[in-house]
């Protein structure tokens, strides 16, 4: 029977196993949503409220599923809109396939209504491959690509169809000179060193004293492999901010996160180590990594291009983490001393006495440590975690103690505000029998996350368990920038710029049919999240919290104390309250003298 190119398009991407489209409709892709009709329950379009939320849920699907995600928006804006999200996914390397309208070809070049140079525009996200539909014989070849270089590459592709040929009978391409057939599948390389190159990783490692382990996302499906290498080489563990899933916090020698979100279990341990090991991570910020010649250092990564290029490496291991790791391990040799693991874990037990301590502490008029201290001790079995950027992520990287079975993803690499919502949405279409919470500050919630909200109100009857709590710090501050003013620039904090007008987050979940619970003293903090989670319901904790509450790195250099001293000198309008809080938080014992 005869089908449009349309319809062809959504019976490749059901060949290749894509279980749903995220998108918003349009006449760019008119040609596209009619194959729907066509295919019935094969394939699911999920409409989104925005474009920009369709790039993220896609992304996040691949984040969550290992899988390739994929969306799909109409011509011109439409495609505008998918860039942040296509972006998130390109920096952190998840594959991804963006379907995107153009107008008619007859119309291109003369200044038409929506008409965008949409190969110019997507050259950059798209890089690997980025390709325009122009005849119906070409349809199952850029479909195959698209997908199968996502996948390989770990990357964002396009694919433009012009809505004329969206319209055109489909036909298969012809045994002739200039044609291209094409076909479905794809299946990952088992990737592995050269057994010369690891046994001169393991002579580095097994000669190292000290030695400091650093995973990230890379790492997630090799726990097994990581915690048996950790054990024979006597070290600590710490993790990159993409790979907080990749082993659980509650093993005594995992020193928690990274960098300015880290722990100073992390900072000490790479200050002090002689060797160092990386597993799948481009952590970027050197001056959280060793002293340049301080470490030996050992890298795996399954992509060549990163070997080498975040630390001076010595050996660079090219492959997948857990075979490699497996490889690594029969060449390990377990070191017997392990007074510097013992140190390691004595550190951090006392860190986390620490972060207890410093959620205990008053605020005004509630300590947003708390409110991810008190999630920690309630935290379901099999969580999905999901955060956004800003001060909410430091309390979320610190503070939430991940368990064995936990996932976790945020914007990594690009950092951008508003994928917190849209994530545990597509974490709940991907798995939708598992609980659901995610975390984000009052600025990105405002931007598109109450516009998310309405996703979760509308298909929450869809999902198995309807464990879905969104936690909204509300402080009326977009606070990551005030604190960034202050500590980075010595500047006072500027209210045209960094205050929100107020909104009644809980109030908006109530008007959509959800759990909506405000809270606004301490004592409150633990029985909201009892309820949020036991609500049977999706639900939104709003949080009133306090905006002074420095976010403080594991180790503040004296350059950073000079600044906030700056910003208060430069009569910061909380300048009294940003003094007591910092004192509370022991500023004293983390400035380096």
Request: contains cysteine; glycine residues 10%.
């Amino acid at each position: 029977m005869s089908q449009t190119v349309g319809e062809r398009i959504l019976r490749r991407l059901i060949a290749w196993g894509i279980p749903r489209i995220y998108g918003y409709p349009g006449d760019g892709i008119n040609g596209i949503l009619g194959g729907f009709h066509a295919v019935g329950d094969e394939l699911e379009f999920i409409q989104t409220r925005h474009e920009e939320l369709a790039s993220f849920q896609a992304c996040a699907h691949a984040k969550f599923t290992g899988q390739t995600g994929v969306c799909m928006s109409t011509s011109g804006p439409g495609a505008v809109h998918l860039l942040n999200g296509l972006y998130d996914a390109r920096l952190d390397h998840q594959p991804v396939v963006a379907i995107v309208g153009q107008q008619a070809r007859s119309s291109l070049g003369a200044d038409y209504q929506q008409e965008v140079d949409l190969v110019t525009l997507y050259k950059d996200v798209a890089r690997e491959f980025v390709q325009v539909l122009n005849v119906p014989a070409q349809t199952d070849l850029l479909i195959d690509r698209a997908l199968r270089v996502a996948a390989a590459s770990r990357s964002v592709t396009a694919i433009i169809v012009p809505n004329d040929v969206q319209e055109l009978e489909y036909a298969e391409p012809s045994r002739t000179h200039g044609e291209v057939f094409s076909s479905v599948g794809y299946a990952a390389p088992r990737t592995m060193p050269d057994p010369a190159d690891l046994e001169c990783a393991a002579g580095v490692l097994n000669a190292g004293a000290k030695v400091a382990m650093l995973i990230g996302q890379g790492a997630i499906r090799a726990a097994s492999e990581v915690r048996e290498t950790a054990e024979l080489l006597g070290c600590g563990v710490a993790k990159a901010l993409n790979g907080k899933a990749a082993l659980p916090d509650d093993l005594p020698y995992v020193t928690g996160g990274i960098g300015l979100l880290g722990t100073k279990p992390s900072y000490e341990m790479m200050e002090n180590c002689d060797t160092l090991l990386m597993v799948g991570t481009n952590f970027p910020y050197a001056e959280w990594l060793p002293e340049p010649g301080q470490a030996r250092c050992v890298q795996i990564d399954i992509d060549g291009r990163l070997i080498g290029m975040r630390y001076p490496t010595e050996v660079g291991l090219v492959g997948d983490a857990a075979l490699t790791l497996k490889l690594l391990n029969e060449r390990l040799e377990r070191k017997q001393d392990r007074s510097w693991r013992e140190g390691i874990e004595s550190g951090v037990t006392r860190w986390w006495e620490i972060l207890d301590e410093r959620a205990g502490e008053d605020a005004d008029p509630l300590n947003p440590e708390r409110v991810f201290h008190e999630l920690s001790l309630r935290l379901p079995d099999r969580a999905i975690l999901t955060s956004d950027s800003g001060s909410a992520t430091n309390w979320w990287a610190r503070q939430v103690r991940v368990r064995e079975g936990m996932m976790c993803a945020l914007s990594g690499t690009l950092a951008t505000m508003c994928p917190a919502v849209p994530y545990a949405v597509a974490a709940k279409f991907a798995h939708p029998d598992r609980p659901v919470i995610a975390a984000i500050g009052d600025g990105a919630m405002q931007m598109i996350g109450i516009n998310s909200l309405i996703d979760v109100a509308r298909y929450r009857d869809r999902w198995q368990n309807q464990t879905l709590v969104v936690c909204v710090l509300h402080n009326d501050d977009l606070n990551q920038v005030t604190w960034e003013q202050r500590v980075m620039s010595g500047d006072a904090r500027l209210n045209a710029s960094q205050q929100l007008p107020s909104f009644d987050y809980a109030g908006y979940a109530r008007l959509l049919g959800l759990e909506g619970i405000r809270v606004d003293s301490p004592d409150g903090v633990g029985e909201a999240w009892d309820r949020g989670l036991s609500a049977g319901r999706p639900a939104l904790l709003e949080f009133i919290t306090d905006p002074e509450v420095p976010p403080l790195p594991p180790h503040i250099r004296f350059d950073q104390a000079k600044g906030m001293a700056k910003a208060i000198a430069n009569r910061d309008p909380a300048s009294g309250r940003m003094i007591r809080e910092a004192l509370k938080g022991k500023l004293a014992e983390f400035i380096e003298r």
